[in-house]
């Protein structure tokens, strides 16, 4: 499964950001590539889109490209879309490359212009559906996660991730108390419902070690 190849290298949490904000590309979100001061878990999701397009370079991208018929099970088609353009269209195969969504041969890494041509003028999802699709995302994705694998992410990764950011599930499930089980569970049914059923609640079935 590719869940099972990721979780030796991340954990899932960093995959569903990651599909996400490949499938924002492929839909035709401009990406946001300036610094800011305010690195709060909403604003992170919010604005800096290119937080997991560079935990994709660093850790995904071969494996996608390599396992891309088991993808197409797992990925929305606007996520596809991108991995196959990026790797078969323009040769940009990630950090061990020196090229992906990110140019490597200046420090610090500077988002590739040529993303702009994913770019679409009707490009019109609410901006409200934007923030909680990431942030439902992270939630799902950290939902998924041990606290196992939540203590093993690499070093280099977790000097990303700013304060607040949910890593495990019990991090997870006290964001839930604090959002409001009830609303939790209804925005997550029309997510659901307008995007695909990544966006179901994985807490009936328990995380796994493996």
């Known amino acids: 499964m590719i869940k099972n190849r990721f979780s030796k290298h991340v954990c899932p949490i960093f995959l569903k950001l990651s599909i ?11 990406l946001i590539s300036e610094k800011h001061t305010d690195f709060s878990f909403f604003h992170l999701l919010k604005s800096i889109d290119t937080f997991s397009l560079s935990i994709f370079d660093n850790i995904y991208h071969d494996l996608v490209a390599e396992h891309i018929d088991e993808v197409t099970k797992v990925f929305p088609q606007s996520a596809i879309y991108v991995i196959e353009k990026m790797s078969h269209g323009f040769n940009r195969l990630g950090k061990a490359h020196g090229k992906g969504f990110f140019n490597y041969d200046t420090d610090p890494p500077t988002l590739w212009s040529g993303l702009k041509v994913f770019e679409k003028r009707s490009f019109n999802i609410p901006e409200q559906d934007i923030t909680d699709r990431l942030t439902f995302a992270a939630v799902i994705g950290a939902l998924q996660t ?22 495990s599930r019990q991090e997870a499930l006290s964001w839930i108390d604090n959002y409001g089980e009830s609303r939790f569970a209804t925005r997550m049914a029309e997510l659901a419902a307008a995007y695909g059923k990544r966006f179901a609640d994985p807490r009936s079935t328990p995380p796994s070690a493996e």
């Open 20 to 30: 996400e904000n490949l499938a924002f590309v492929g839909e035709g979100k401009k």
């Open 146 to 167: 041990t606290e196992e694998e939540a203590a093993s992410i690499d070093p280099e990764i977790k000097a990303l991730i700013p304060p607040g950011f949910p890593l």
